[in-house]
């Protein structure tokens, strides 16, 4: 059996049997790794001194050890960053400016407004998932910041939080995924028009917005699904204490002013040096000289902040050694070849393959920036030998590599949604924002690049 076929679905299996996500990854990794025919002369030259000629099954499995611990480095500065931006959320907290904006918010419920609040509060978590990928570019940090001191507000409106968990969802992937902007330009610019271009094919005249709008739009049928028939009926949910937010700020008018103004000096950190590590420390600082946190809060407020992003930042690197592991197997390749010798000369079914295998790796690796390079490699020769045009080709690579970002239990687009609505913890990982955001998003957007594909 394919190793990556084979680690993709029983990491799947295991956290849909509410085995942890982290465990899920390292699990997976090492079997498809062990069932993998990687190189004798690959894991030898990994171990020049081991002193054999034929490696046996002990030092294949500390190859795989060797290559997953280099995977799990390469993502300890996303991990750093989040657990550095969960204590810049809490210390907010602490300013009150999240205590005023739910305040402001409790007022209007209070009123009898709660049909036109639920969706403003639907609108407002959209439009901040769409501009924290390009006006905004701060991704998933939006979410400790905005969502648990807005619970108890969902709470009395009785909103699903699968249906808000599939709205930043959405924002966060189609936006990348269309919009050639912030995070949109590194995705379809520098990775998926870049890589094309390398890889043998000229897509200098390609309109991008062409390309991508037919599977931007199949994830538009996917929200709609979502706000208006699965999730429209209320759901119940308990007040309990949100972990890691002060109790009873008293909101006053210079400690706002002192967060809005910490909040813009993060933004621009972020934005002119590209560090969230830096962007959080300055924000955080900002909060410490100006005594909205005194000194000696500052150890309580960091922890709580880090334990709050400690289950994000734990997953994002079990799935980079996951991810590295699967490159190492050598199953990508030949599972796009097979898939593609099975479908013979038939575009259309081609086409399916291509995308079926590129939502297979990217819910295995978690993140569609990562799969880009992978696939792009092998999918641009075969597009050019099938016919494919180059507006074909960038909507079938482009399509295939955000392909299961949402619905992977790996990927920061549902985890960061999870970490926002399981503050008080009553919000499953798997069952009320993987599973939602699967079947609201990967099966609409596959149907919508297999149109384009042959349309295009």
Known sequence: MNPVVLAVSLMLILSLARVHVVFSLIISAFIG????????????????????????????LKYLVKVFEEGIAAGTTTALSYAVLGAFAVA???????????????GRAQHGKGASLKWLLIIALLVMSIMSQNLVPIHIAFIPLVVPPLLLVMNRLNLDRRLLACVITFGLVCTYMFIPYGFGDIFLN????????????????VNIYQAMAIPALGMVAGLGIAIFYSYRQPRRYEDRPVEGAAEQVPVKP?????????????????????SLILAGLIGFAIFMVARVIRWHQADTVFNSGIRMMSMIAFI??????????????????????????FFGNSRALV?????????????GIGSSFSTLPIIAAIYVPLCAQMGFSPLATVAIIGTAGALGDAGSPASDSTLGPTMGFNADGQHNHITDTVIPTFLHYNVPLLLAGWIAALVL
Do not use: C, R, W
Request: no cysteine; net charge negative.
């Open 33 to 60: 790794g062990m069932v993998a025919d990687i190189p004798a002369d690959t894991i030898l030259a990994a171990f020049p001194d081991a002193g054999v000629s034929e490696p046996d099954s002990l030092l294949k």
């Open 92 to 106: 907010i907290s602490y300013s009150g400016l999240s205590q005023a904006m739910a305040n402001l918010i409790i």
């Open 190 to 205: 520098k990775i998926l028009l870049g890589n094309i271009n390398k890889f043998g094919m000229d897509v200098s005249g």
């Open 254 to 274: 210079l400690n706002i002013i002192i967060a809005l103004i910490a909040v813009t000096a993060a933004f621009l950190a972020q934005k002119y040096t590209g």
């Open 316 to 341: 994002m690197i079990a799935a980079n050694g996951f991810a590295a592991v699967m490159n190492a197997s050598g199953g990508i390749e030949p599972l796009v070849a097979d898939s593609v010798a």
């Open 351 to 363: 086409a399916l393959a291509m995308l079926v295998v590129g939502l297979l790796v990217t819910m």
